[in-house]
């Protein structure tokens, strides 16, 4: 197999329109940005228009005068929209030379989508033996294995998310059983005792509510 990103043609109108995209107007929130342009963004993406990192997400930018009179120019910022969860994504590490690399970061950890891993398993086994052997230097094979180790990292996290708040669940079940025993049998149980699973609880409860709203 041959991976190559396609590079579509755009007219003179898509190509205006497509330059376009990507700035936040004076005082527009980025939310406001991303409400703007998403349903042309969506058209061209979905009639294949679009290309680079944009098929994967559009950086924002904002126009940057370094004197009066100045025409200026666009500047990325820390601001992106991502089409695998469709969210908007912050972080401040930036743009630098074109290259944002806190997408890196959000696919890897808080992507809820893995529209940005394009190849199975079975091509990223391939493609790395062939970079192994030197029977290819491609750029978009490098790209598209970065891409699905990135995939790989997320889903390890989420797998290990789950287990951990299966342990949860299963420790609050425990101690309810407890409360019930101490209910039912008020023997079973000393005060001090009770006290101390009640707390454990509510503190495990806490914990499972913060990694539910990471």
């Not at 003179?12 to 980025?30: M, R």
Request: proline content about 2%.
């Amino acid at each position: 197999m041959v991976y190559t990103e396609n590079y579509p043609v755009l007219d003179e109108t898509e190509w205006k329109d497509y330059c376009q995209l990507p700035g936040i107007h004076s005082k527009e929130t980025p939310s406001d940005w991303m409400k703007r342009i998403w349903d042309r963004l969506m058209d061209y993406k979905n009639r294949g228009r679009l290309a680079g990192s944009m098929k994967r997400y559009i950086i924002a930018n904002k126009m940057k005068y370094l004197w009066e009179g100045d025409l200026g120019h666009a500047v990325g910022v820390n601001i992106a929209i991502c089409y695998s969860c469709n969210k908007l994504v912050y972080s401040n590490i930036g743009c630098k030379y074109g290259i944002c690399h806190f997408m890196d970061k959000h696919w890897s950890t808080n992507c809820t989508g893995n529209a940005y891993c394009d190849i199975s398993f079975r091509d990223y086994i391939e493609f790395k033996n062939k970079l192994k052997s030197g029977l290819t230097n491609s750029f978009d094979e490098k790209q598209a294995i970065r891409r699905y180790e990135l995939w790989m990292q997320n889903a390890i996290r989420r797998v290990k998310r789950v287990r951990e708040i299966g342990r949860k669940i299963r420790a609050v079940k425990v101690i309810q059983e407890k409360w019930l025993e101490y209910f039912y049998r008020p023997d079973g149980l000393c005060a001090l005792e009770l006290a101390l699973h009640y707390q454990l609880l509510w503190t495990v409860r806490e914990e499972m509510r913060q990694i539910n709203n990471v």
